[in-house]
């Protein structure tokens, strides 16, 4: 079956709009993750959804950033007002249950240019 | 913040020779994963080890973890061209939601 894919592959967006980052995780998987990658910070965790609630926000890293996931399906990351240090590349994993030892399988990521 | 730190940073070989690369970890964990990531992409599962293994082998990997000194390893085998990647440890703690956290991973270049 396909992987988890994710869209844009490449956005480029002036400082100060919003964008919006699209996953599309493996049909089936219920458990669905954000991560960021960025030259200063490495690999960071950003929020995680168990079906369509999300029971850890924790790295989420402002008021700015906010997801959802709909049908317990593609999930949206939305970023509003980016900024210079949002440029970074996106990555989303989707797992069968969420559970300890479930492999997370990573999209191809978006990467974010804000100019 | 990082739970892990990789090291080295950067490794190059040549190919036929066998790669090391060496996690270690802060915190308690349920199980430690190994990644690899080409052109600072996707990235691909490689092998997961649980906090109750010491030793696991996929193909030409062989993954060790030593839980009392909060440390793994990656060995990589007979090494291929197509090998030259960045590698990276990420782990799965005791407490809290099943996200990774990864270390900074070793940039590993094999030379033809």
């Known amino acids: 079956g396909a992987g988890v894919s994710q869209s844009p592959s490449n956005k480029v967006t002036e400082k100060g709009k919003d964008v919006e980052l699209r996953c599309d995780p493996i049909?089936?998987?219920?458990?669905l993750y954000w991560y960021r990658q960025s030259l200063g910070q490495g690999l960071e965790f950003l929020i995680y959804?168990?079906?369509?609630?999300?029971?850890?926000k924790s790295g989420l890293p402002s008021d700015r950033f906010s997801a959802e996931r709909t049908g317990g399906s593609v999930s949206t990351l939305t970023i509003q007002r980016t900024q210079q240090e949002d440029s970074a590349v996106y990555l989303c994993a989707s797992s069968s249950y969420g559970t300890w030892g479930d492999t997370q399988y990573f999209g191809p990521g978006t990467r974010l240019t804000v100019l | 913040s990082q739970q892990g730190e990789e090291d080295p940073q950067a490794l190059s070989i040549q190919e036929g020779e066998n790669a090391t690369m060496n996690c270690s970890y802060k915190t308690s964990i349920n199980n430690l994963q190994w990644y690899r990531q080409n052109s600072g992409r996707g990235l691909v599962h490689l092998i997961l080890?649980?906090?109750?293994?010491r030793e696991k082998h996929s193909g030409r990997l062989r993954v060790t973890l030593d839980t009392s000194k909060k440390s793994s390893s990656l060995l990589i085998t007979a090494s291929r061209a197509a090998d030259t990647a960045s590698y990276f440890c990420?782990?799965?703690?005791?407490?809290?939601?099943?996200?990774?956290?990864f270390g900074q991973g070793t940039r590993l270049t094999i030379n033809p």
């Open positions: 049909s089936g998987h219920t458990a």
């Open positions: 080890i649980r906090s109750n293994e």
């Open positions: 990420a782990t799965v703690l005791i407490q809290g939601a099943q996200k990774l956290v």
């Open positions: 959804f168990q079906g369509n609630s999300a029971p850890d």
